[in-house]
C-alpha cells in the first residue's frame, strides 16, 4: 500500500514538471511566433533595409556625438569618432580570410551554422537564475543573439543584466535567423562587433592593430583577432600582449577542437611573432590618447564611452611630450650613425631601433608625457605597442628598490661595506648561483653607497640574500610595482632584474624616492565632464600613503646623484651628469640605468629636484 502512493506521488510530481516544461516551451514558442520585432523594441530600428552602408536597417546607427581629448593646457589631442564611424568600413564576407571566420565562429558560436539564431540551453539557464533571484548573465549569447543585441536594443537595455533583456535578445535572434542566411548574419556580426582600439568591425580592427586589409591577415592575426570582442580593453594586444597571446591560444585550440586547423598549424601561429602598427590618422601624443581610452573605458564602462559627448581634460603636457618625441628620434638617429663615428661602427649602427619614455610629476602622479615609441604608425618597431606599459626584465634599475628595502631593515647602512668577490649562492632548486658583474671583475671590500651606484651586481645579490626576497618585493608593491607578486618564483636574480615590470611603474616607484616616500598612482585624466559639464570623473592629485621612511628616500636619493659614488663605473663626467646651470651652479639628478642579457633593454630611471614647464 505504501509502495503504491509513493509511485502515485512520483508520478504526479513528473507530471507536474512535465506539463510546466511543456507550458513554458508552448508559451515561449507562441510568443516567438506572434510578437514582432516592433512591437517588442518600439521604436527600435527595422530589421528590413538596404544594404551595408546606407544607415539604414541593421546597419542604421543613430549617431553619437564625439568625445574631445584635451591636454592639461586645453589643447585637443584627439576627437574620438561616434560609434560605427570614423575607423568603421564595412567589407562583405568574401574579402574575409576564411582563418578569420573561422576563429570567430570556434570561440563565440561553435554550432553557428547549425543553431536557430538562439541558445536554448543560455536562455533555460537565465530563467533558472532568474527564479532563483540571481543576477542574469550574458554568457552563452550566440552570433546573431550578439547581433541583436548590439545593432536592435536600446543603450539602455543592452548592457542590462536582467531576464527581460535576455528574453527580447533571444526574440530579435530568432527574427533575425528566420530574414537574414546565416552568411548575411556572419558578415554582418563581423562588420558591427567591437575590437577595442576605437575599431568597430574586422577591416578597421585589421587597420587599427596590424596597419593592413582584413584580406591580408594570416592565420596567427586572426586568431589575436577573434579573441578580442570578449574583453577588448584586457585582450587589447597593445597594452596587455601577454594577456592577449594567452587569449590568442585560447582562440587556435578551439580552431583545433572544431577541426578548423591542425595541432602543428595552431603550435606555428602560436609562436609567430606579430609585428602592430596602425594605419594613419589624425591623432596627437597617440599612445597616451588609446591608454586614456583603456582606462576610461574600465571606469565609465563602454557604453557611456558610445554615447559621447564627453570632454577629457588630461594631465599630458603635449609640449613636453612632443620634446620627448623628437629627442627620442635624435638619439636613436645618432646610434644607428654610431655617434657620428667613422670607425667601429658595426653596419646598421648599434641596432637600436624603438624607444620609449614615461614623465611624471613625482608628487602627483600625473603623467606629463608618454611615448610608447617614436612613431605609432610604423610595423617595423611595433610602433603601436605602449611600451610604457609593457612587461619588460629592468635589469639593474629595480636595484635601488632592494637597497630601500634593506636600508629599511636597519640591518645595513650606505656606509656597510661587503666583499666584492666570486660567491656562490644555493638556489631554492638546490643549484649553484653565482652572479657576475658587468665587466667580469671583482672589486674586493666596498661600500654600498658604491655598491649602488656603480651597480655591482654581486654585492646586490649579496644585499638581497641578507633581508630576503620577501622584503624588497614587498616594498616594491607598495611603490605601486603589480608584477613582482611571486617572491618563490623569482628568486634572488630579481634584484639582477630577473622579474618583469612595467615603465610607467617603475617611473612612480622612482617618485617615492623623491617626494619623501609617499606612493605614487600614476595618473592620465584629470576630469571628465558630459556634454552639459556634469562632472563624471575627477581625479585626485594628492600625496598618497606614506610607505618608506623618509630618511630611507633620502638616502637612495643621495647615493643614485652622487656623481662620485659612480666613478669607477661610469667615469668622470660621465653622461649621467648634467650640464651645469647658467649660473654655474650644479645641477644634481639621481639616476639608475639598467641594462638586461645582450643588451635588450637599456634602462635610464631618475629624478631631478625641480620639474620646470
Known amino acids: 500500500m505504501l509502495a503504491r502512493l509513493g509511485h502515485r506521488r512520483l508520478w504526479g510530481a513528473l507530471a507536474v514538471l512535465f506539463s510546466l516544461i511543456l507550458a513554458t516551451g508552448l508559451g515561449l514558442y ?53 560609434p560605427h564611424t570614423g575607423r568603421h568600413s564595412p567589407v562583405p564576407l568574401s574579402e574575409m580570410t576564411e582563418a578569420l571566420r573561422q576563429a570567430v565562429i570556434a570561440t563565440e558560436d561553435a554550432s553557428f551554422y547549425q543553431n536557430p539564431g538562439v541558445d536554448g540551453w543560455a536562455i533555460v539557464r537565465a530563467v533558472w537564475i532568474n527564479l532563483r533571484g540571481r543576477e542574469v548573465l550574458s554568457g552563452g549569447s550566440t552570433i546573431t543573439q550578439q547581433l541583436a543585441r548590439n545593432l536592435l536594443l536600446s543603450p539602455d537595455e543592452r548592457y542590462e543584466r536582467t531576464l527581460t533583456r535576455k528574453l527580447h535578445e533571444a526574440v530579435l535572434a530568432w527574427q533575425i535567423a528566420r530574414r537574414y542566411s546565416k552568411d548575411e548574419i556572419l558578415e554582418l556580426y563581423l562588420n558591427e562587433i567591437y575590437f577595442g582600439n576605437m575599431a568597430y568591425g574586422v577591416e578597421a580592427a585589421a587597420q587599427a592593430y596590424f596597419g593592413k586589409h582584413v584580406c591580408d591577415l594570416d592565420l596567427a592575426e586572426c586568431a589575436m583577432l577573434a579573441g578580442l570582442p570578449q574583453a577588448p580593453a584586457y585582450y587589447n594586444p597593445l597594452e596587455h600582449l601577454k594577456e592577449a597571446k594567452a587569449r590568442q591560444a585560447v582562440v587556435l585550440d578551439l580552431m583545433v577542437k572544431q577541426g578548423y586547423l591542425s595541432e602543428d598549424k595552431a603550435r606555428r601561429a602560436k609562436e609567430e611573432k606579430l609585428y602592430f602598427a596602425s594605419a594613419p590618422f589624425d591623432i596627437r601624443a597617440p599612445h597616451f590618447v588609446m591608454y586614456v581610452r583603456g582606462l576610461l573605458e574600465q571606469e565609465l564602462g563602454l557604453e557611456r564611452l558610445e554615447h559621447g559627448g564627453l570632454r577629457i581634460y588630461t594631465t599630458l603636457d603635449l609640449d613636453l611630450n612632443e620634446t620627448a618625441r623628437d629627442l627620442v628620434r635624435y638619439r636613436l638617429a645618432r646610434l644607428a650613425e654610431c655617434n657620428g663615428q667613422q670607425t667601429n661602427c658595426p653596419p646598421g649602427g648599434h641596432n637600436v631601433r624603438n624607444a620609449a619614455l614615461v614623465a611624471l610629476d613625482p608628487q602627483t602622479g600625473e603623467i606629463l608625457a608618454m611615448l610608447g615609441s617614436p612613431d605609432y604608425f610604423s610595423a617595423r618597431i611595433d610602433g603601436a605597442v605602449n611600451s610604457t606599459t609593457a612587461l619588460r626584465q629592468p635589469g639593474s634599475s629595480i636595484k635601488p628598490i632592494t637597497y630601500a628595502a634593506a636600508f629599511e631593515h636597519g640591518e645595513l647602512t650606505p656606509a656597510t661595506m661587503m666583499l666584492d668577490v666570486r660567491t ?43 633581508i630576503g626576497v620577501e622584503a624588497m618585493t614587498g616594498l616594491a608593491r607598495r611603490l605601486g610595482i603589480t608584477t613582482l607578486d611571486d617572491p618563490d618564483r623569482l628568486g634572488l636574480a630579481v634584484t639582477l632584474g630577473g622579474g618583469e615590470v612595467r615603465l610607467l611603474e617603475l617611473a612612480a616607484a622612482y617618485a617615492a624616492f623623491a617626494n619623501g616616500g609617499h606612493v605614487v598612482h600614476p595618473v592620465a585624466v584629470r576630469c571628465v565632464e558630459d556634454a552639459k559639464g556634469h562632472v563624471l570623473l575627477s581625479a585626485s592629485l594628492q600625496a598618497g600613503d606614506h610607505v618608506l621612511d623618509e630618511r630611507v628616500a633620502y638616502l637612495i636619493t643621495d647615493i643614485l646623484s652622487d656623481d662620485t659614488a659612480r666613478i669607477p663605473s661610469f667615469g668622470e663626467e660621465s653622461t649621467l651628469e648634467l650640464p651645469r646651470a647658467a649660473d654655474s651652479m650644479p645641477r644634481p639628478a639621481a639616476v639608475k640605468t639598467g641594462t638586461t642579457t645582450d643588451f635588450r633593454d637599456n634602462w635610464t630611471v631618475g629624478y631631478t629636484p625641480v620639474l620646470l614647464f
Open 30 to 82: 507562441c510568443w516567438l511566433l506572434a510578437v514582432s520585432p516592433a512591437e517588442l523594441v518600439e521604436a527600435r530600428p527595422s530589421l528590413d533595409g538596404p544594404a551595408a552602408g546606407s544607415g539604414q536597417g541593421l546597419y542604421g546607427h543613430a549617431a553619437a556625438p564625439s568625445s574631445k581629448v584635451y591636454d592639461r593646457r586645453g589643447r585637443l589631442l584627439f576627437e574620438m569618432p561616434p
Open 424 to 466: 656562490s649562492f644555493v638556489t631554492k632548486e638546490g643549484t649553484s648561483y653565482v652572479p657576475l658583474n658587468y665587466d667580469l671583475r671583482f672589486r674586493g671590500p666596498v661600500r654600498l653607497r658604491e655598491a649602488l651606484a656603480s651597480s655591482y651586481n654581486l654585492i646586490a645579490v649579496k644585499v638581497l640574500n641578507t
